[in-house]
């Protein structure tokens, strides 16, 4: 699902997630999609898009895979993100999530049961305090 709007240039900014928020809904409104736009087929979609990222690097070597975006598989790459940026941005948006303030919520949970002195350099996964 893309809006075949051009990227922004330095004239026209690029959009905060509040202003990329409303012109999903607009762009929803405007088909008469809200009705399809249920959280199970939001959620369906953002599951299938990020399939299809992580198909892009799928066989790739690590090498590989950091290089990704200097190759001809760049531009699917940031395609595919798009995607999914545009579906969890939607599916917040009909469920009442700020996404920001979410994602800010969540780091600061990790940072406290990650701490820097128990996780530095490790990659070990640290049990749920109770």
Not at 30 to 45: G, I, V, Y
């Amino acid at each position: 699902m893309t809006t075949g709007r051009p990227s922004p240039t330095p004239e026209a900014p690029e959009p905060s997630v509040q202003e990329l928020t409303l012109r999903l809904r607009e762009f929803a409104a405007e088909r008469d999609w809200q009705r399809f736009h249920t959280p199970k087929n939001l959620a369906m979609a953002l599951a299938g898009e990020v399939g299809e990222l992580v198909a892009e690097f799928q066989w790739l070597t690590p090498a590989e895979a950091a290089e990704v975006m200097a190759g001809p598989a760049g531009e699917r790459v940031r395609a595919e993100m798009g995607d999914v940026m545009i579906y969890l941005t939607r599916l917040a948006d009909v469920l009442g999530i700020d996404l920001v303030r979410a994602a800010t919520d969540k780091l600061a949970h990790s940072a406290r049961r990650y701490t820097v002195e128990a996780s530095r350099g490790s990659i070990a996964k640290i049990p749920h305090p109770e």
